[in-house]
């Protein structure tokens, strides 16, 4: 029984959580490898979730009261998470400033925000960027889970033609980079990205399996029942309870995704793909649960998310919010439009909320939460979209990296400090400190760890 164990049947596979009765044969061999751990040996994850469009600063801005973090009123929904919460001030990517090669802020606020790295303006073949801070630790801990990373969006994919005032669409809907001329194309549909972390086999050989679970009306569930009745006789009383609680879990999300696909996205002339839910709430949850399990099975630790990207123009109907937010992030100082978009500012930091509360309430392999055991980080490329600013950048990390990040506070820079700083601080949690420079950097962030 070890951190790789799953139960198999008929060709889907089902990855478990580390036991309490494993945890400490689990743990040692951890700290043996030395890279992504806590402390306690537990793995070390890290996400980033990326919003678009920047915020109303003012209602953003935050502050800190005996040394404790104050959050502004866009960040309020996290208020019982502050002490899981440090917020960064004056982070910038200087790189994304407009200079010689003019308009694009929007390509280039998405394609630095990871990389640290200027984008060249090109619409063809011949992109030109930077590998990304999450592909860096990727590559050193591949060896360690099943899938290197994972890579997430809720924005249709495109990686070709022009997308922002002659940037290649490659920079402006993708996040994480393999390489200087290699994005690692995002995955939009909950269904493929549920099979990838729970189906068995080729690509050919998932959509073979799925089709014959829905042929036979069946869940991934069905097929490993007998197996899953024999593991759980063989557990002690509390491994017992969070093995049901995780394949409730699992079958939930399952039934979400069903759900969507009977339901798909009603879009005339436009066929739109399965497994996506109709609203931009139950989408971003449904990803947000699956990137938990994949989480909670140690299938990877490393992952990003794409909220949206930048320069979307999706209205936020489910808010009462009809306009387009890029519309509005040109706000002109206009009252009414900068209310609407700290509207949308606070929608979004509920679905954090979301995400957030489901790590805490997931116990991980030594009783912390996996939230405890992570460090997300949540923002945007953009602080003022109006102005299209780069510098002190909307930007927070979640989680205490099993106790190595000094949260509920106000991690003050004093003057620009390049957001690739923060990067290569995270590199030394998760155990790459070898790494000397990293995009634009000047050396490591002050004041987080």
């Given at each position: 029984m070890n951190r790789r164990h799953a139960l198999r049947a008929l060709g889907a596979t089902i990855s478990l959580p580390v036991f309490e009765q494993f945890g400490a044969s689990v743990h040692a061999a951890n700290r043996a490898q030395g890279l992504a751990t806590t402390a306690s040996g537990a793995p070390l994850?890290?996400?980033?979730?990326?919003?678009?469009?920047?915020?109303?600063?003012?209602?953003?801005?935050?502050?800190?009261?005996?040394?404790?973090?104050?959050?502004?009123?866009?960040?309020?929904?996290?208020g019982d998470l502050k002490r899981d919460i440090a917020v960064l001030n004056n982070l910038e990517h200087k790189l994304g400033i407009g200079g010689a090669d003019g308009g694009g802020d929007h390509a280039r606020a998405n394609a630095t925000f990871l990389t640290g790295a200027r984008p060249r303006k090109t619409a063809g073949a011949n992109i030109q960027l930077g590998i990304s801070a999450d592909q860096v630790v990727a590559n050193e801990i591949s060896?360690?889970?099943?899938?290197?990373?994972?890579?997430?969006?809720?924005?249709?994919?495109?990686?070709?033609?022009?997308?922002?005032?002659?940037?290649?669409?490659?920079?402006?809907?993708?996040?994480?980079?393999?390489?200087?001329t290699t994005p690692m194309t995002p995955e939009t549909d909950p269904r493929l990205v549920f099979e990838r972390l729970f189906g068995q086999g080729t690509g050919a050989e998932r959509q073979k399996n799925l089709q014959r679970r829905r042929a036979q009306q069946n869940s991934i569930l069905d097929y490993i029942l007998s197996d899953a009745k024999s593991l759980h006789s063989q557990l002690g009383r509390?491994?017992?309870?969070?093995?049901?609680?995780?394949?409730?879990?699992?079958?939930?999300?399952?039934?979400?995704?069903?759900?969507?696909?009977?339901f798909p996205l009603p879009d005339p002339g436009v066929s739109a793909p399965e497994g996506i839910p109709e609203g931009r709430e139950d989408y971003l949850k449904l990803m947000a649960?699956?990137?938990?399990?994949?989480f909670q099975t140690d299938s990877t630790r490393v992952a990003s998310l794409l909220m949206a990207n930048d320069g979307d123009n999706g209205s936020h109907k489910q808010i009462g919010i009809s306009e387009g937010h890029h519309t509005l992030s040109h706000h002109k100082d206009n009252p009414e439009t900068l209310k609407k978009i700290a509207q949308i500012d606070?929608?979004?930091?509920?679905?954090?909320?979301?995400?957030?509360?489901?790590?805490?309430?997931?116990?991980?392999?030594?009783?912390?939460?996996?939230?405890?055991?992570?460090?997300?980080?949540?923002?945007?490329?953009?602080?003022?979209?109006?102005?299209?600013r780069h510098n002190n950048l909307p930007l927070l990390v979640a989680g205490q990296a099993g106790g190595a990040l000094k949260t509920d506070r106000l991690v003050k820079q004093w003057g620009d400090t390049p957001m690739a700083n923060l990067y290569l601080s995270q590199f030394d949690l998760m155990g790459i400190s070898h790494q000397e420079r990293f995009g634009d950097s000047t050396g490591r962030l002050k004041g987080l760890v």
């Amino acid at each position: 029984m070890n951190r790789r164990h799953a139960l198999r049947a008929l060709g889907a596979t089902i990855s478990l959580p580390v036991f309490e009765q494993f945890g400490a044969s689990v743990h040692a061999a951890n700290r043996a490898q030395g890279l992504a751990t806590t402390a306690s040996g537990a793995p070390l994850r890290m996400a980033y979730l990326y919003v678009p469009n920047g915020v109303n600063v003012d209602l953003w801005k935050c502050g800190s009261k005996g040394g404790q973090l104050k959050l502004g009123k866009t960040l309020e929904p996290l208020g019982d998470l502050k002490r899981d919460i440090a917020v960064l001030n004056n982070l910038e990517h200087k790189l994304g400033i407009g200079g010689a090669d003019g308009g694009g802020d929007h390509a280039r606020a998405n394609a630095t925000f990871l990389t640290g790295a200027r984008p060249r303006k090109t619409a063809g073949a011949n992109i030109q960027l930077g590998i990304s801070a999450d592909q860096v630790v990727a590559n050193e801990i591949s060896h360690l889970t099943r899938l290197s990373s994972l890579e997430l969006s809720c924005a249709p994919v495109r990686s070709s033609g022009t997308c922002d005032s002659g940037y290649s669409c490659a920079y402006q809907y993708n996040l994480s980079w393999r390489s200087a001329t290699t994005p690692m194309t995002p995955e939009t549909d909950p269904r493929l990205v549920f099979e990838r972390l729970f189906g068995q086999g080729t690509g050919a050989e998932r959509q073979k399996n799925l089709q014959r679970r829905r042929a036979q009306q069946n869940s991934i569930l069905d097929y490993i029942l007998s197996d899953a009745k024999s593991l759980h006789s063989q557990l002690g009383r509390t491994d017992q309870a969070k093995l049901d609680e995780y394949l409730t879990g699992v079958r939930e999300v399952e039934k979400q995704i069903e759900k969507a696909e009977r339901f798909p996205l009603p879009d005339p002339g436009v066929s739109a793909p399965e497994g996506i839910p109709e609203g931009r709430e139950d989408y971003l949850k449904l990803m947000a649960d699956i990137l938990v399990l994949a989480f909670q099975t140690d299938s990877t630790r490393v992952a990003s998310l794409l909220m949206a990207n930048d320069g979307d123009n999706g209205s936020h109907k489910q808010i009462g919010i009809s306009e387009g937010h890029h519309t509005l992030s040109h706000h002109k100082d206009n009252p009414e439009t900068l209310k609407k978009i700290a509207q949308i500012d606070y929608w979004y930091a509920q679905q954090l909320r979301y995400f957030l509360d489901k790590l805490r309430s997931t116990q991980d392999s030594d009783g912390k939460s996996l939230l405890h055991n992570s460090m997300i980080v949540y923002g945007s490329g953009l602080s003022d979209g109006n102005k299209h600013r780069h510098n002190n950048l909307p930007l927070l990390v979640a989680g205490q990296a099993g106790g190595a990040l000094k949260t509920d506070r106000l991690v003050k820079q004093w003057g620009d400090t390049p957001m690739a700083n923060l990067y290569l601080s995270q590199f030394d949690l998760m155990g790459i400190s070898h790494q000397e420079r990293f995009g634009d950097s000047t050396g490591r962030l002050k004041g987080l760890v």
